[in-house]
C-alpha cells in the first residue's frame, strides 16, 4: 500500500489566488512527521514546512500552512496569494518513527501552474 | 554555508558503460542519503549512511550499484554497467543529528540519460 496518496497529478491555479493540494499517509506510528517540498524545473528540492504528528497547531510558514486532519490522516498543503514563482512540483513526503535520520517517504508529487 | 554540492550535474553515457556521482553534504552533517528520483515519481531512497556507515541499503541494487562515504563526509555512488532503465535524477541529501524535527537538506541531482 501507498504511504503517501497524492491523488492530483496536476492543478491550476490563477495569480493570488490561495490553492490546497492534497496528501494522505498512512501508518501505524503514533509518532511520525510530515514534509513538503518544492522541486522547481530546475530539479533542486525545496523544504517548505514540517509537521509532526504531536503538534496540536497547523504549521505555518509563511504564505504556506499545512492542514493536518489526523484523523483523516491527511496533511493538505495550502498556498495562499499565489505567484508566478511557485510554479512546480511539489512532493509530499514522511518520516516515521522518533528517529529523525529515517528516510523520508514520497508521494507521487502534483504539478502546479500558476496562470497569470 | 554551503549547501549539498552534487556532480556532475548532468551524465550522458551509453548502456553498459561505468558512470560514478560525487556528493559533498553539508559541513557537519553526519547523515547522508542517496535517492533515486525516476520521471514523474517521487524520491525513493537507495541508500543511507550513518558516518561512514551504510545502515540502509535494502533498496540498491547491488549487483551494479555501488556506494561508499569515506572518512565520513563525501560520498560517491557508482553504477556498473549501467542500463537503459537507470536513466534517472540521482539526488543527495544530508541531515545533521536524530532529533524528531530534522530537516534534509537535497542537492541539485545528478541527471543521467543511458542510450
Known amino acids: 500500500a501507498q504511504k503517501i496518496t497524492q491523488t492530483q497529478p496536476g492543478m491550476f491555479v490563477q495569480e493570488k489566488e490561495a490553492v490546497t493540494l492534497d496528501c494522505t499517509y498512512d501508518t501505524s506510528d503514533q509518532s511520525y512527521g510530515l514534509f513538503w517540498y518544492k522541486q522547481p524545473s530546475s530539479g533542486e528540492m525545496i523544504f517548505l514546512i514540517y509537521q509532526g504528528s504531536y503538534d496540536e497547531q497547523n504549521a505555518t510558514e509563511g504564505r504556506y500552512s499545512l492542514n493536518f486532519q489526523k484523523a483523516r490522516k491527511s496533511a493538505n498543503l495550502v498556498i495562499s496569494a499565489s505567484q508566478l514563482g511557485d510554479s512546480a512540483m511539489y512532493f509530499c513526503a514522511m518520516r516515521e518513527g522518533r528517529a529523525g535520520n529515517t528516510p523520508l517517504v514520497f508521494g507521487k508529487g502534483t504539478r502546479l501552474s500558476v496562470i497569470a | 554555508e554551503a549547501g549539498v554540492v552534487q556532480s556532475p550535474r548532468y551524465k550522458i553515457i551509453e548502456k553498459k558503460q561505468p558512470v560514478a556521482f560525487w556528493c559533498n553534504p553539508i559541513?557537519?552533517?553526519?547523515?547522508l542519503y542517496w535517492y533515486l528520483q525516476n520521471l514523474g515519481q517521487g524520491p525513493e531512497l537507495l541508500i543511507r549512511?550513518?558516518?561512514?556507515?551504510?545502515?540502509?541499503d535494502s533498496q540498491l541494487p547491488k549487483d551494479r550499484f555501488s556506494a561508499e562515504r569515506l572518512k565520513g563526509v563525501d560520498s560517491t555512488l557508482k553504477i556498473q554497467p549501467a542500463e537503459l532503465g537507470d536513466s534517472a535524477v540521482y539526488l543527495c541529501?544530508?541531515?545533521?543529528?536524530?532529533?524528531?524535527?530534522?530537516?534534509?537538506?537535497f542537492g541539485p541531482g545528478t541527471r543521467l540519460t543511458v542510450l
Open positions: 559541513s557537519g552533517h553526519n547523515t
Open positions: 541529501a544530508s541531515s545533521l543529528g536524530r532529533s524528531f524535527y530534522n530537516e534534509q537538506f
Open positions: 549512511y550513518e558516518n561512514e556507515e551504510a545502515v540502509d
